[in-house]
């Protein structure tokens, strides 16, 4: 390698590390025990921040973790409930798929969970087929999801339907879609030999973020342009800013888990950091939208864990 060429990647070397961000915690302390409240799995912050939705074991149900009172409350017990559920934008309600079984036959619905008065609404009938977790659309009314492969755009029925177009995004295969409420749906992108999972858009709306079937996480602008592979990883979710992202990284002997650890990478890719390292099993992490904590579950015992942010040292930023 020539001088110049050496020059020129020591340059970019450092170019990459002075830009760098630092994220400094405080060590994880437990926020539920699971000898406390029984196993506890994927939790997931209420768009508001008060409250802490998570499920049971095998995803079984979900519960409800008020912060300011420090109580849990069961607000459904059906089976895989608790599998990516979706909180409605005001943090007043959840939507689930919901399973019964009947005759040996495995039946799923959607059903909409509201919190205040702790009343369940059928969006539609136990049926069989395979159905996608429900997402809501960004009017807060209504709620998509798919039925055997084919879109359905549910309206919730103890809300008026708003006049204006709301959209939501959806993943199908390699392919990318806006569904819209009141316009013709759109492809932003098709990704051959992609198999698309966990589609989740940043809180600006600006890109996606989403695992693959190949087992690593991308990153692309909501115009559908500048793919970014992030590498191994799995469970993304975005920081409030929108320029970073939690996520695990989990190890398998074929058969069961046997190491998981959590990282953050910036949108970019440019930036990444471990911050966690234990013989626990870290997953399902999720960022508070005060930005200052991260929570996780410890997939071995199902103790739900809390990261406190203690400070973010930048570097040009």
Known sequence: ??????????????????????????????????????????????????????????????????????????????????????????????????????????????????????????????????????QWTSDNVHILYTFKKQFKLAVTKNEPIPSKNSSASFSKASEIIIKQTNAQDIILKTLPGLDIINLVASPDTKKYVFEALTGNMYVIDADGGNLINLGPGDSPAWSPDSRYIVYSITEDDGHVFTKSDLYIVSADGRFKQKITESDRLEMHPDWSPDGTSVIYDDYRDGTLYILMIKDKSTKKE
Not at 76 to 86: C, I, L, Q, R, V
């Open 1 to 134: 390698m020539s001088l110049k060429k050496s020059f020129i990647l020591l340059f970019l070397t450092f170019s990459y590390v002075s830009a760098q961000s630092i994220f400094r915690f405080n060590e994880p302390r437990p926020l539920l025990r699971a000898s406390d409240s029984g196993y506890a799995m994927q939790p997931r912050w209420s768009p508001d921040g008060k409250q802490i939705a998570f499920a049971g074991s095998n995803y079984q149900g979900i519960f409800i973790y008020t912060l300011a009172n420090e109580t849990v409350q069961k607000i459904t017990d059906a089976p895989s409930a608790g599998f990516e559920f979706s909180w409605s934008p005001d943090s007043k309600s959840i939507a689930a798929r919901v399973s019964k079984f009947e005759k040996g036959f495995r039946l799923n619905a959607i059903k909409v969970l509201d919190l205040k008065s702790g009343k369940a609404e059928l969006i539609n009938k136990f049926q069989p087929g395979a159905m996608s977790t429900p």
